[in-house]
């Protein structure tokens, strides 16, 4: 058995131990009245997740490439990772700001402005997604003059 097939084996059962531990941790705690609310959350997230935020990744890094066909891989990979952990926070951060603008019975339990926290955050990405994609050009550039003066 090769080293590739037992890291994937190994994966999958840390995944399905995962899993179980987090089934046994929903029949512990979960009151069974609130699976209804848990199983639609869930689907949402699915749906959400599958249906608009890869798609659009997808989409967003296909149109990159078909730019600039010379663009380096590793650029797309940057700018993927930087659209999905922005997607994700969007998609956990939404909830909360329409909660608040909608109000709740405690005006403790959201406390903060996150609409302005996401947008902050997601200038933070930007800023450190530009900075990564510099580097790597500037370092991309410097390994190329050295190995022309080498030659």
């Known amino acids: 058995m090769s080293a590739t097939r037992k890291i994937q084996i190994a994966l999958i059962v840390v995944g399905v131990g995962l899993l179980a531990v987090g089934g046994l941790t929903l029949l512990d705690d979960v009151n069974p009245k609130r699976y209804a609310g848990l199983a639609t959350w869930l689907l949402g997230a699915l749906i959400i997740h599958d249906g608009i935020i890869a798609p659009t990744v997808f989409a967003i890094v296909l149109l990159f490439r078909r ?5 380096p891989v590793v650029l797309l990979l940057i700018v993927q990772g930087a659209l999905v952990v922005g997607s994700i926070i969007v998609l956990i951060v939404v909830p909360e700001i329409l909660k608040k603008s909608i109000g709740t019975a405690n005006p403790t339990l959201l406390p903060l402005d996150y609409t302005l926290n996401l947008v902050v955050f997601l200038g933070v990405i930007a800023v450190i997604t530009a900075a990564a994609a510099a580097a790597y050009l ?14």
């Not at 730019?67 to 663009?71: C, M, Y």
């Not at 500037?138 to 030659?151: I, V």
Request: glycine share 0%; aromatic share 0%; no cysteine.
């Open 138 to 151: 500037a370092l991309s550039r410097q390994k190329a003059r050295s190995a022309l003066s080498q030659d």
């Open 67 to 71: 730019a600039n066909k010379s663009l």
